[in-house]
């Protein structure tokens, strides 16, 4: 059809190229203001512009680069070789593109059941746990402990951890707290510092000053809910009493990861008091 068309006809309008390729008069037309796909015929009687009829080829080539992908430059460029050899070095170009494109969306999709699989811990830890002992790995956090205004820890926390967290490839993260153990028999959640942990805990942007190492070794370990400044600590204190044992370092790590301002509310926290190193007794 097309070759008994341009055999009659070698004039086309914006009109007629946009309903014989289905492409928009609006598209059309910008591809001639930005000079990808211009008219190539002039009416020298009255200046009206036209497009021929062995232009229609370019209108496939623009459409397949578009369907890959391609940004406006490089269509031009390609375009400007008139080369299928340099037509495929760019769709080679564009290829290692794409690996890159799946491989950050395949990120984000692990990211977001993550996220999801965050949301479902901590609907499944809302009653507190029982006391139980835990041999523990060593492991490196970024923290924040502002002595000023002890309110204000979160954010210090912040600050010391922007630069990990705009160079991370990922959203996985827990944070934690460090709480002052001497307030335990009051059933008071009194934060003296927080911290989190990004990735393997190998952090190439914050410095060495801003990272903590959280000793291994033997932790007495339950679930608690907290609210506000408040939460049920009798499982430990009860264990402690009872057994002669005694902690100096308490840490409460957070189940889960919410993504909004929760403080308010309950929200489950694993609390994870110290008792020496994995050897002693």
């Known amino acids: 059809m097309m070759r008994g068309m341009g055999m009659e ?70 375009l400007s070789y008139k080369d ?7 769709l080679q170009e564009q290829r290692q593109e794409a690996e ?15 996220y999801c699989e965050q949301n479902r811990r901590i609907a ?23 002595t000023e205004d002890e309110q204000a820890y979160h954010i210090r926390l912040q600050k010391n951890s922007r630069e990990e967290f705009l160079h991370a490839n990922s959203i996985k993260r827990s944070y934690g707290y460090i709480l002052h153990s ?37 932790y007495a370990c339950f679930i608690t809910n907290v609210c506000k400044d408040t939460a049920d600590f009798t499982p430990l204190t009860q264990w402690l009493t009872e057994t ?3 902690t100096d370092f308490v840490i409460a790590d957070e189940i889960g990861l919410q ?6 509310y309950n929200y489950p926290c694993e609390i994870k008091a110290y008792l020496g190193p994995a050897s002693e007794k």
């Open 124 to 146: 499944n830890y809302r009653h507190v746990g029982d006391l139980h002992i835990e041999i523990l790995p060593e492991r490196r956090v970024i923290y924040g402990i502002n």
């Open 259 to 264: 993504l909004f301002y929760y403080n308010q």
């Open 84 to 90: 299928n050899a340099h037509i495929v070095n760019t």
């Open 182 to 218: 001497e307030h335990l028999q009051e059933n008071r959640f009194h934060v003296r510092g927080a911290y989190v942990s990004i990735g393997t805990g190998r952090y190439a942007y914050t410095p060495e000053e801003y990272i903590m190492t959280i000793p291994g070794g033997r």
């Open 9 to 78: 006809k070698n004039r086309f309008t914006v009109g007629e190229v946009s309903n014989i390729t289905g492409i928009s008069k609006d598209t059309l037309r910008f591809y001639d203001k930005i000079g990808l796909f211009q008219p190539a015929i002039k009416d020298p009687k009255n200046g009206y512009r036209y497009y021929s009829f062995d232009q229609f080829w370019y209108i496939d080539i623009i459409t397949c680069f578009r369907k890959l992908g391609l940004s406006i430059d490089r269509i031009k460029k390609a």
């Open 100 to 114: 890159r494109m799946r491989d950050y969306y395949t990120g984000v999709l692990e990211d977001i059941d993550w």
């Open 244 to 246: 002669g044992q005694t």
